[in-house]
T-cell receptor, first 113, second 113 residues
Framework: EPEVTQTPSHQVTQMGQEVILRCVPI?????FYWYRQILGQKVEFLVS????????KSEIFDDQFSVERPDGSNFTLKIRSTKLEDSAMYFC???????????FGEGSRLTVL | GESVGLHLPTLSVQEGDNSIINCAYS??????FIWYKQESGKGPQFIID?????DKRQGQRVTVLLNKTVKHLSLQIAATQPGDSAVYFC????????????FGGGTRLMVKP
């Protein structure tokens, strides 16, 4: 069964460092997403991406965050200068169409010290 | 995909019994609702969805009920099995908002053998 894969599964970084989280969406999907979940809190939408550009983003997705799909397979989330409050589980997801069923990866846990 | 919070509501049921998990949503403009299951170490997994023009939808062993008057959603699991033990999230979406989902806080279902 096709699945969304994410790397790394866990990353520990120092505050102020740049972090890149990587995702390989399901191969024939066209829409890509990042969500995050701070421990003990709800899953929150960050950004959606289609046709090589951001289609929607939340207030959380500020200038410190960026996404790209550099090679047609990987979909990355970059945090330029991490803060303590960026510590969370980051989930990548993909879908075939806009509003279609979302398939989530297993998440990348980011710990900022 | 750790999504456990210290204060996550918990429903404990006996194997073979039916389970009902409830969710209140906030946005009266939401017209698409989804239930997700999250097992330990995994990302959210789609279970069943319902659009606002329906009040009930059935899947395999699962039924979703939607009451738009009181903005309430429920997930019924028939003949609950140990493999159903997980955290369950409801999510809401406005149909023209792509997959910019708003997730609920989650309920932990524990199935006793």
């Amino acid at each position: 069964e096709p699945e969304v894969t994410q790397t790394p599964s866990h990353q520990v970084t120092q505050m102020g460092q740049e972090v890149i989280l990587r995702c390989v969406p399901i191969s024939n999907h066209l829409y890509f997403y990042w969500y995050r979940q701070i421990l003990g809190q709800k899953v929150e939408f960050l950004v959606s991406f289609y046709n090589n550009e951001i289609s929607e983003k939340s207030e959380i997705f500020d200038d410190q965050f960026s996404v790209e799909r550099p090679d047609g397979s990987n979909f990355t989330l970059k945090i330029r200068s991490t803060k303590l409050e960026d510590s969370a589980m980051y989930f990548c997801a993909s879908s075939w169409d806009r509003g279609g069923e979302l398939f989530f990866g297993e998440g990348s846990r980011l710990t900022v010290l | 995909g750790e999504s456990v919070g210290l204060h996550l509501p918990t429903l404990s049921v006996q194997e073979g019994d039916n389970s009902i998990i409830n969710c209140a949503y906030s946005n009266s403009a939401s017209d698409y609702f989804i239930w997700y299951k999250q097992e330990s170490g995994k990302g959210p997994q789609f279970i069943i969805d319902i659009r606002s023009n329906m009040d009930k939808r059935q899947g395999q062993r699962v039924t979703v009920l939607l009451n738009k008057t009181v903005k309430h959603l429920s997930l019924q699991i028939a003949a609950t099995q140990p493999g159903d033990s997980a955290v369950y999230f409801c999510a809401e979406n406005r149909d023209n908002a792509g997959n910019m989902l708003t997730f609920g806080g989650g309920t932990r279902l524990m199935v006793k053998p």
